[in-house]
């Protein structure tokens, strides 16, 4: 098959965040596949077709990939971030495994994008400097008994804790149930970054304690992404200047000690 399909990050915003492999990528695509508002952002290019969707149609979109790059087409499907993390790389391979046989044989492959969490954490020093996992908030997509049982082992195993997908107009509270849970587990005054459109003009990261965090949920949107402090990730303040938040790389605690987050 002389077709190709380029799973591509865009990063977390702006042009500068692109790699120049994911934007060799995109410039040598004859169709581009998306969510609309990730389309807008790839650089204009004459004679390149756009194939804008809604952004709950993952899969669909994905299909509808392979079925142009099945055709002949040098595709790439895009995605904010990392499109390995929570996005569009997992929807086309479902697709891939439930569709044609011979979409096999297309080229795939995926341009690394960074991330929310390591674009977010970068703003803010080096909280992710220990152990560290993310976690999707959203329930579209699974059950939310999974996230708060997972979420409830990342905090009892002393995890920085990056939350993704926090809150929308159709999940107004499961941020607030989160931080709720995690006031349970760590100490008060445990550091959380609310970390919005990171590499967009409005860009803003706010440092706050995670008493603090659980009264401020409602303040996160969309394009937020949050991160819970383990019991070690601490402040250093600076005059005039946002707060540096690093976790140490040596951990002299166990787990069971730290998830307490007192002692
Ligand atoms: N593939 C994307 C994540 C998709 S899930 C990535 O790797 O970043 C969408 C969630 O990612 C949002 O709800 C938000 O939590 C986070 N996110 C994406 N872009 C962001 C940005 N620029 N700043 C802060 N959070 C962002």
């Known amino acids: 098959m002389s077709g190709s399909l380029a799973i591509v990050g865009l990063g977390p915003g702006e042009a500068r965040y692109l790699t120049p492999s994911a ?32 952004n709950r149609v993952e899969v669909e979109r994905a299909r509808h990939a392979l079925m142009l790059a ?17 996005a569009m790389a997992a929807a086309v391979f479902e697709a891939l495994e439930a569709g044609e046989p011979s979409w096999r044989r297309l080229q795939i492959t995926v341009e690394p994008g960074i991330t929310a ?3 977010a954490a970068a703003k803010a020093g080096a909280p992710l400097g220990g152990d ?8 579209n997509l699974k059950p939310w008994e999974v996230v708060t049982a997972r979420l409830s082992a990342a905090l009892s195993a002393d995890f920085v804790i ?3 997908n926090p809150i929308s107009k159709a999940r107004p509270w499961q941020l607030g149930k989160a931080l709720e ?13 609310f970390a919005r459109a990171v590499g967009r003009p409005d860009e803003n990261l706010r440092v706050l304690t995670l008493t603090e965090a659980v009264a401020a949920a409602d303040s996160a949107d969309m394009a937020t992404l ?5 019991s070690a990730t601490r402040l250093i303040a600076r005059e005039g200047r946002n707060p540096i938040v690093y976790t140490p790389r040596s951990v002299t605690k166990s787990p069971c ?7």
């Open 162 to 164: 990056a939350l993704y």
């Open 117 to 119: 969490m390591l674009a």
């Open 226 to 230: 949050v991160m819970i402090g383990a």
């Open 132 to 139: 560290f996992c993310a976690i999707s908030l959203s329930d």
């Open 23 to 54: 934007l060799a990528a995109l410039e040598a695509a004859s169709d581009l596949v998306g969510y609309g508002p990730y389309l807008d952002r790839v650089p204009e290019r004459a004679g390149q077709a756009k194939h804008a969707s809604d």
């Open 181 to 193: 849970l995690a006031a349970t587990i760590r100490a008060a005054e445990t550091p959380v970054i």
């Open 257 to 263: 000690a730290t998830s307490q987050g007192r002692t």
């Open 70 to 86: 099945a055709e002949g087409k040098a595709v790439a499907v895009v995605s904010g971030g990392d499109p390995g993390v929570f």
